[in-house]
């Protein structure tokens, strides 16, 4: 397990540049001047990630009120405003690689008894579901549903992100759910597309867009819920809702039999 003490600060980190886009502090100089050069290419970045915040929240929300009591919500990120304890009335675990966001996302639930933080990674699904913060939290004998927002468009294609989702998906009783939020390519010209994925290849991760095609497959064993895979201001908006999308988005349930 990595300690706070091995935190490369010389290389941009994913989530602390998100963090930034989104108006946070939890960020270095070496992530705000990545997170710039992405502004200078995609200007609308700060507003797409507040649209994709609030895909977030009104998924949980959603889910909440049909009655869904545990969420394993990957790859968290640093923790902000309006985060999935805050919305969900139940039991949460959140799942991050970076010991900088588990830190974090440590302090601001601590006296929390519904809520626990793991370092695990989801390259290493086996592992992350036997890590104790998340089997000792969660009962995988009721439903629950697995938060992958920002996060697969992290894992390469050679990671198989299909493949990790099944295993996940197979861990989990019917009547669980699957929340996604995924960065694209469609509609981008390609100048711009490759330019800001250089960017991403000298960061913690790679990033890698997909089509709207690659990204329905990953919910193959869900039966997704209306609107379906939509354009993430599209999900069930709210009024006032910011509409900057730069993915799609979409619930899955997985069926009985």
């Not at 985060?83 to 991050?96: L, P, T």
């Not at 193959?220 to 999900?235: A, C, R, S, T």
Request: glycine share 10%; hydrophobic share 40%.
């Amino acid at each position: 397990m990595t300690g706070l003490g091995d935190v490369d600060t010389s290389i941009p980190n994913v989530a602390r540049m998100y963090d930034y886009y989104l108006g946070g502090y939890h960020n270095f100089a070496v992530d705000r001047e990545a997170a710039e050069r992405i502004l200078a290419i995609f200007p609308d970045t700060p507003a797409a990630a507040r649209t994709n915040r609030r895909f977030l929240q009104r998924a949980v929300r959603h889910l909440a009120q049909a009655g869904v009591r545990q969420f394993l919500d990957i790859g968290t990120g640093l923790p902000t405003q309006g985060n999935v304890h805050d919305i969900a009335d139940g039991r949460v675990v959140y799942v991050d690689n970076d010991p900088v966001a588990v830190a974090q996302a440590r302090s601001l639930v601590d006296g929390l008894d519904r809520v626990s933080v793991a370092l695990a990674d989801l390259r290493e699904p086996e592992a992350l579901l036997c890590d104790p913060d998340v089997a000792g939290h969660l009962d995988f004998g009721e439903p629950v549903a697995i938060l992958m927002v920002s996060i697969l468009h992290f894992v390469p294609d050679e990671a198989d992100p299909a493949g990790l989702i099944a295993r996940l998906r197979d861990a989990t009783v019917p009547g669980s759910h699957l929340v996604v939020s995924h960065l694209t390519r469609d509609g981008v010209p390609d100048a711009p597309a490759q330019q800001g994925q250089q960017v991403y290849r000298q960061s913690s991760a790679p990033i890698v867009p997909r089509t709207r095609a690659d990204i329905l497959r990953l919910f193959d064993g869900y039966e997704l819920l209306d609107p379906g895979l939509v354009w993430l201001g599209d999900w069930r908006p709210d009024d006032g809702d910011a509409q900057v999308s730069h993915g799609y988005g979409g619930v899955g349930v997985k069926p009985a039999g």
